[in-house]
């Protein structure tokens, strides 16, 4: 059987980060799965969620927000 890391190792790390895939590796993952949304202004980002209530409680979608909005109100550290 094979094990797939869902959104990295996101039990240790902020879930959709570089750091949480390479940990899932690292802890013996055979792979990982990453959910890709497009931003307002054309930036791929790895993120779950198709709007940012859950981490932010911001009621916006990911598609209607630019990568700074994001970036400003998401704080990964946050996350579990």
């Known amino acids: 059987m094979r094990i797939y890391a869902h959104r990295g190792a996101s039990g240790d790390f902020p879930e959709g980060s570089k750091a949480a895939y390479l940990g899932a590796i690292e802890q013996g993952a055979d792979g990982?799965?990453?959910d890709v949304r497009l931003t307002k202004d054309k930036q791929i980002i790895c993120y779950h969620d198709k709007d940012?209530?859950?981490?932010a409680n911001l009621d916006?979608?990911?598609a209607k927000s630019t990568?700074?909005?994001l970036?400003?109100?998401i704080n990964p550290y946050k996350i579990r």
């Not at 940012?52 to 981490?55: E, I, M, S, T, V």
């Open 32 to 34: 990982f799965e990453c």
């Open 52 to 55: 940012a209530k859950r981490l």
């Open 60 to 62: 916006r979608e990911i």
């Open 67 to 69: 990568y700074n909005q």
């Open 71 to 73: 970036k400003e109100s």
